[in-house]
DNA sequence: CCGTCACCGGAACAACGTTCTAGACACCCG
DNA sequence: CGGGTGTCTAGAACGTTGTTCCGGTGACGG
């Protein structure tokens, strides 16, 4: 937003095309800077940041870069790629620490909490694993490798290794988008555990410890982590 | 599919409207029987096991109903609601047994197992934790409740309860998703792999054991969910 | 001066989810 | 028997989406 939006009518305003020369950029452009890869990104993720994925639009997001709609697609193929661009820029935000403490299960946990972080701050991007789209992005593959050397360090190998770094993995995305679509309104909740009380004899343990009122989605996260970093770390010693 | 079905363009077949009263049904439906959720669910399931997510579509899914696409709206409110009744379908295709065995372990194991299998059999239901909507289907509760009370008898109570169910929900989930996601051609597979190499100095440990190679998804899920059972058992003990 | 190239964007298309509205049929109450 | 009520069906249409077609504009090199 420049000083002259908000003014969606300003077509006639001063008459026509001469001006003022001050005013006028001298390179033809707007006086925004030119349309990059990068502008783009910035901007699909701010729109996703504020108002979900479901409204990111190609004519909402050219709208935001004060750009005509199909200018997007000179730079970028489909709306897919700027999804694709927009998530592995999230992975960019975790810092990815270039050498290791003495405790190999610290840096793990630190890694993957700070991955948990970022993805909480933009939970759009836990709905990735949905896409069918494998992650290929510079910044996804930069934190996979930090994330799987550290589990080498800490003495995996082979199969193991795959698996242990699948489920960390999962554990983060699944945790984040479970959190995320599990944030009701104080109404929706309440209709929730409502529900879930009628059906109390059927169901009584869920009823019991109801996952709809549960909200403590740190625990949650952290426990499993311990569960899943317990058992790696027997399975590294046999 | 029906016998008329294959033949797009029968409309003046055997001129208009009289035809033969044995052929003609006699109380007004067109010989299939009447639409009702459960119909259009089966239909559902069907569209998207054939032709994935993104191909399930109201105009298309009453095309496979022989039914004008209105008629749906009837039945359902949204589009949102078929594809929730869809997952929680196939959450019933997992036979929950209503009683234990003497291995709490294995019970979790075995009730995981089959989710997986029933996921993998209809790929696209692994996108549900994606979706903003919480599960409260009847099936997936019963699911919930099988996972709970087994996790119950294994020593679990309170946090590390809520942790354990959430943990193994999202190893089920994050698993299917991750190994439908990278189920790349073969094109797709060495362009992926070729990519990885020019960037092997970047990320050694990656390239190394290459995850867009490694298609052994049974040793990961299964690996994991050791992990992650030996970390229940441990807190169980505990 | 003239083309070529990088970049921009209006108009249009097919497809989507959904609503509006009207029709067909069954059944009940008189 | 007859008219109204409720259940179910569906055509037409609206607004929005991703994307393509095609025509621009300005800078720059020959």
Do not use: C
Not at 45 to 70: F, I, K, N, S, Y
Not at 140 to 164: S, Y
């Amino acid at each position: 937003m420049n000083v002259i939006a908000g003014n969606e009518r300003t077509k006639s305003r001063s008459g026509g095309k001469v001006g003022n020369v001050w005013l006028r950029p001298s390179k033809g452009n707007k006086g925004e800077p030119p349309l990059t890869r990068a502008r783009i990104v910035k901007a699909a993720v701010a729109l996703l940041d504020d108002e979900g994925m479901d409204r990111l639009t190609m004519r909402r997001l050219a709208e935001r870069l004060q750009v005509g709609t199909t200018t997007l697609y000179w730079h970028v193929a489909t709306k897919d790629d700027v999804v694709d661009l927009a998530v592995d820029a999230i992975f960019g935000e975790t810092q990815v620490p270039d050498q290791h403490t003495e405790s190999a299960r610290e840096d793990i946990a630190a890694l993957v909490g700070d991955w948990r972080n970022a993805m909480l701050r933009h939970p759009w991007a836990a709905t990735v694993p949905a896409r069918q789209r494998p992650l290929m992005g510079p910044n996804f593959l930069a934190w996979m490798e930090f994330l799987q050397t550290a589990l080498v360090r800490a003495g995996l190998t082979g199969k193991q290794l795959n698996a242990a770094t699948w489920a960390l993995y999962n554990h983060v995305m699944g945790a984040t988008a479970t959190q995320s679509s599990l944030q009701l309104s104080a109404e929706e909740t309440r209709l929730g555990q409502e529900y879930l009380e009628n059906r109390r004899e059927h169901y009584p343990t869920v009823a019991a410890n109801n996952y709809i009122a549960d909200h403590d989605w740190d625990a949650n996260f952290r426990l499993g982590l311990d569960f899943l970093l317990d058992g790696i770390e027997a399975a590294s010693r046999r």
